[in-house]
């Protein structure tokens, strides 16, 4: 009699996960995806719904007439922050999702909204400040977690053999 091979990392493997919806599968059922997780995924979806409003009010600006040194400089700008909010909503879902290159990827975004956050804090706009420095060391802090290590921790399957 042998018994099923058991995964020593204890991620689900392509047969356990049926590949839809958040969480992992243990003994036949689907674990719910941790708060922690859920919260440092809410705090990356909120930072890149804020990057795709400012790439809004940018673009309004940009194209109705405000001066600009450069206007392709501008619009390479506009490109940045499209493309870094498409960048975070990617991280969000698949943090929420259980994926591991996105603890790392959360990290980086985190220490760049510090980077901002901090010298707006001592500028002296204390509310905006504040509204970037809390989220982004809550998510730092929840990020290594154990049960956000746990739960980031599956990996991408190989692609189906013909």
């Known amino acids: 009699m042998s018994r099923p091979p058991v995964n020593p990392a204890g991620t689900p493997s392509s047969s356990d996960d049926s590949g839809s919806g958040p969480g992992h599968v243990a003994n036949g059922r689907r674990v719910p995806v941790p708060w922690a997780a859920r919260t440092v995924a809410i705090v990356a979806a909120a930072e890149a719904t804020a990057l795709l409003g400012a790439a809004g009010w940018y673009a309004y600006e940009l194209f109705s007439g405000s001066p600009v040194l ?13 493309a870094f909010s498409a960048w975070l909503y990617a991280v969000a879902f698949f943090l ?10 959360a990290l980086v975004a985190q220490l760049f909204v510090l980077t901002i956050g901090v010298p707006t804090l001592t500028s002296g706009l204390v509310v905006a400040g504040l509204v970037m ?21 599956r990996t991408g399957s190989a692609p189906p053999a013909l």
Do not use: D, M, N
């Open 70 to 82: 450069s206007f392709w400089g501008a619009v390479f700008t506009l490109g940045l922050l499209l």
């Open 96 to 105: 929420y999702r259980g994926y591991r290159w996105t603890r790392a990827a």
């Open 133 to 153: 420095l809390v989220p982004a060391a809550t998510a730092i802090v929840l990020l290594f977690t154990t049960k956000v290590v746990s739960h980031a921790s």
